[in-house]
């Protein structure tokens, strides 16, 4: 079975979508949210917010 996976920009159009993912309970004390990562980014002149994508429609990347 071959899977459609693409990493896109995060965008207007889609930062929500990637905010609201939420961390497995065994992940919280070693990463931050996707928001806190996607606030962080907005100050880091250097980051380029990516996210991993599986089976949604190119309209939301």
Same mark, same amino acid.
């Given at each position: 079975? +071959?899977?459609?996976?693409? !990493?896109?920009?995060?965008?207007?159009?889609?930062?929500? !979508?990637?905010?609201? !993912?939420? !961390?497995?309970?065994?992940?919280?004390?070693?990463?931050? +949210?996707?928001? $806190?990562?996607?606030? $962080?980014?907005?100050?880091? #002149?250097?980051?380029?917010?990516?996210? +991993?994508?599986? #089976?949604?429609?190119? +309209?939301?990347?």
């Amino acid at each position: 079975m +071959s899977a459609d996976i693409r !990493l896109v920009s995060v965008t207007g159009a889609n930062r929500a !979508l990637v905010a609201a !993912l939420e !961390l497995a309970a065994d992940q919280m004390d070693f990463v931050a +949210s996707n928001a $806190e990562s996607l606030d $962080e980014a907005e100050t880091d #002149g250097d980051a380029r917010a990516r996210s +991993s994508w599986q #089976g949604i429609a190119s +309209s939301v990347s």
